[in-house]
């Protein structure tokens, strides 16, 4: 009989309940009406683009005049389409978040100390020396305005119109409604979200002569932010990690809760959560959420197209993804990697994170019936056959099979078999004398650089007393 297989990541409620684990997989749904209506696929690679030659966090990427910039550690490099990095200047931080924005003629930075900005034409990066700019806490940029807020205070300051460089200590605003510490400025839309520890509010564009900003009738959400650095734009609206520690998604001024209970315990679970940090991109038809605790060495992505989640890992110790922070850029999805300083192409036909074998695992919810003991000869796990390598690993791509008679808190011997050598179109991946239990949960595990595509899962078995 065909068993419930493919599906997202709904980790138990326990730290030793690893029940419907999806890592490394996301859900494709066929609505072409084809043989299954949903599959399990590969996760994209990571594809070298660029070495920048420094060894360190990349903590930022924005794409800007048909270049992209990147901060590596405390350096800002210039990189073309072919990807040569030309250094370009130094910040006075060398780690943690870097926001990047781009206007007409300046471009800005800010590090949570200290404000950087150049022109296209300038040779090097110059800091923000004007004394009524603000200790910046986040940056954003709208309508010709750098907008930062203050860390420490409810206000954020805008610059001179296009120019990063210039900002009167008279140019600024506050919330208005419940005074909260404001933690990031994000602009969406052409409004601005002001996102404080407990509460939000949004403003627009008036064109007041006065200060520009004022806020939108009515916007004032009890909704604050747990992360700055886990607010991004999205397919259809912009994610965040609230105050209450859930992943939202905000469409217009409608906010909904995305993440789900299994989620939440998780991230409930992590020591520290305001070092969130979060991207988003689209590939295939497919709109991701992507979310790293780097405290918690975890990594948590959102499909919005199918409403599942997922989990990513870069290393054998199944700890978070290799990729920082994200940009598009000459049609690639470009990633900075969180401590080598390199920048990769997220690519669905490369099969490794850089240097990293990527280990994909699926174990799906447990089979039982009416608590009677089952005896299973036999089990199969439909693949798409045949997508081995010519030569070295993946020439002859194995799978690991594991089970769990007791909810996930054990599991059993390693039982290895074939998904196909190049060509097996007809392989067959199948354990057969598996024993019996009254409740199991079966666990596959993949490793090698091949397109592992799970179709389905089957099971033949039979019940005592039947």
């Given at each position: ?5 493919v ?16 890592q ?46 990147a ?10 389409k072919?990807g040569?990095?030309?250094?370009i ?61 203050e ?32 933690l ?54 912009f ?11 905000i ?5 909904r ?24 991109y ?41 990729s ?11 990633v ?15 099969f490794?994170?850089?240097?990293n ?44 099979l594991?089970?769990s ?17 190049i ?11 598996l024993?019996?239990s ?22 033949e ?6």
């Open positions: 009989m065909e068993i419930p297989f599906g997202g990541a709904y980790l138990g409620r326990s730290s030793n309940i690893n029940a419907q684990v999806c490394n997989f996301y859900v494709e749904v066929d609505k072409q009406g084809g043989k299954t209506p949903a599959a399990l696929v590969p996760t994209p690679g990571m594809l070298l683009w660029c070495e920048t030659g420094t060894v360190a966090e990349v903590r930022g990427l924005r794409s800007w005049k048909d270049y992209l910039y901060v590596v550690g405390s350096k800002l490099y210039k990189i073309n072919a040569t990095a030309t250094d200047g130094n910040l006075r931080t060398d780690e943690g978040k870097v926001w990047i924005e781009g206007g007409t003629t300046h471009l800005c930075l800010t590090d949570g100390r200290y404000g950087y900005y150049r022109t296209e034409s300038a040779t090097a990066l110059e800091m923000i020396t004007d004394e009524n700019f603000p200790n910046p806490s986040s940056l954003s940029y709208q309508d010709g305005f750098f907008i930062v807020t860390a420490g205070t409810d206000a954020f300051f805008i610059s001179s119109v296009e120019n990063a460089s210039e900002w009167d200590g008279l140019d600024f605003s506050s919330a208005e409604d419940t005074p909260d510490d404001a990031a400025a994000f602009s969406y839309h052409r409004e601005l979200w002001v996102f404080g520890v407990e509460t939000t509010e949004v403003f627009y564009n008036s064109g007041d002569a006065s200060f520009p900003f004022s806020r939108v009738a009515g916007g004032v959400f009890g909704v604050g932010v747990a992360s700055a650095d886990s607010i991004v734009a999205g397919h259809e609206g994610f965040l990690l609230d105050n209450k520690f859930q992943v939202r998604l469409a217009g001024y409608e906010g809760v995305i993440s789900t209970p299994q989620v939440e315990y998780h991230i409930q679970s992590y020591a520290d959560k305001s070092d969130a940090v979060g991207y988003s689209t590939q295939e038809g497919h709109a991701f959420y992507v979310l790293t605790f780097p405290s918690a060495n975890k990594t948590w992505v959102f499909d919005a197209i199918t409403g599942l989640w997922h989990t990513r890992s870069s290393d054998m110790t199944e700890g978070r993804h290799r920082n922070c994200a940009e598009w850029f000459d049609g690639k999805t470009l900075g990697d969180w401590n080598n300083g390199n920048i990769y192409q997220l690519d669905l036909n490369t490794k994170d850089g240097t074998a990527i280990i994909r695992k699926r174990a799906a919810q447990s089979i039982h019936k009416d608590r009677k003991r089952a005896f299973h000869s036999r089990f199969e796990i439909e693949f798409e056959a045949g997508t081995g390598l010519i030569t070295g690993q993946g020439s002859d791509p194995q799978a690991m594991q089970w008679d007791d909810g996930g808190h054990t599991w059993g011997n390693e039982h290895w078999t074939t998904i196909g050598k060509g097996e179109y007809k392989n067959r991946a199948v354990w057969r004398r024993g019996s009254r409740e199991r949960i079966y666990r596959v595990s993949l490793s090698d650089p091949v397109k592992a595509v799970i179709i389905g899962a089957h099971l078995a039979e019940l005592e007393n039947a």
